[in-house]
């Protein structure tokens, strides 16, 4: 008879598999009290194929992931699977072999247990100092929801406002809010304009249609008008990113560092069952000005420079200039 032939896709899930039998998995998974079984194993491919065909943005690389990942199953592909944090990396691997979209990922334990409060303003994650030729520097790991991030952003810009240029460090900014992104870029623009930043396009669930979210600058306390240098890095992840995108297109900074991680595909993250939880992105940013984003590639630096050397690097380009 002749040898049926697995589809590119699903092979491109069976390469990464054979490493779940040979992880030693069972001490990890008894010190936290949860082995899988079949079942669990089968209700979450079950589940993450119903969000790969129903959200994802790109339906019909959606459909063929959900594909590959039934057809693995069927193949008795995790039948040595028994540890729920190495079948969640091993399902991330394979997912995003086919998708090639970073976002996209199997958790085990759910990443809001043992949460700290909400953060008040003053704990946004905002740095601000002086450096030397009275630069500004500003450093930022996240974008927090508008309702925290906006009274610290006004904070942290007005303590910079009178500064001769501004060195933004987006270099371990992992990502966050949106809504936050257009309102820090919103002090660089200028005021007397409204000025469009960026849409994120969300696919309506369990359809091939679409609807735009649009961000628009907003009225911001001070306006930054000086040079301003944005720094990234290989961490650099998302919304980080977009920051630093954004800017670069409206060509409002000067952007100083390495290549970023190349995300630009928001989504949630969905409950499994079983402690098991799968991010599939609904959504994917449009530029206004590039009619494209950053996913895969990355943000390229207008100038080069190691992940070390960065800040000295735009220090002296803000410097120079200055004296200019």
Not at 65 to 86: F, G, H, M, Q, V
Not at 188 to 210: C, K, M, S, Y
Request: net charge negative.
């Amino acid at each position: 008879m002749p040898q049926r032939r697995r589809s590119p896709f699903l092979a491109a899930f069976l390469a990464a598999i054979p490493a779940l039998a040979t992880v030693p998995c069972h001490a990890w998974a008894e010190v936290q009290g949860a082995l899988l079984d079949r079942q669990t194993v089968g209700k979450t491919i079950a589940g993450i194929a119903v969000e790969l065909r129903e959200g994802y943005v790109f339906p019909e690389r959606g459909a063929q992931a959900a594909d590959a990942l039934e057809a693995a199953l069927a193949e008795n592909a995790y039948a040595d699977a028994t540890d729920p944090a190495r079948f969640a990396e091993q399902l991330t691997e394979q997912l995003r072999a086919i998708t090639r979209d970073g976002h996209v990922r199997a958790i085990f334990g759910s990443p809001f247990r043992n949460q700290p409060a909400a953060a008040e303003p003053e704990g946004a994650g905002f740095e601000v100092r002086r450096l030397g030729g009275d630069i500004g520097y500003m450093r930022l790991e996240r974008f927090m929801p508008p309702e925290i991030f906006k009274p610290a952003a006004d904070d942290a810009m007005r303590s910079l406002s009178d500064t001769a240029a501004l060195l933004v460090d987006m270099r371990d900014n992992g990502g966050g809010h949106p809504a936050s992104v257009a309102y820090l870029v919103s002090f660089f623009l200028d005021p007397g304009e409204r000025v469009h930043i960026n849409d994120l396009i969300w696919r309506n669930r369990g359809t091939t249609t679409f609807r735009t979210e649009s961000f628009w600058s907003s009225p911001t306390p001070v306006h930054y008008e000086k040079p301003v240098y944005v720094l990234v890095g290989p961490e650099t992840y998302s919304a980080g990113e977009e920051f630093a995108y954004d800017l670069q297109a409206l060509e409002r900074a000067t952007v100083v560092g390495a290549k970023t991680r190349g995300g630009a595909n928001p989504g949630g993250l969905m409950e499994l069952g079983s402690d098991l939880f799968v991010v599939i992105p609904t959504g994917r940013a449009e530029n206004p000005i590039t009619h494209g984003n950053w996913e895969g590639a990355g943000v390229r630096p207008d100038v080069q420079a190691g992940l070390e050397d960065a800040r000295d690097v735009a220090l002296a380009l803000a410097t120079r200039r200055d004296k200019t």
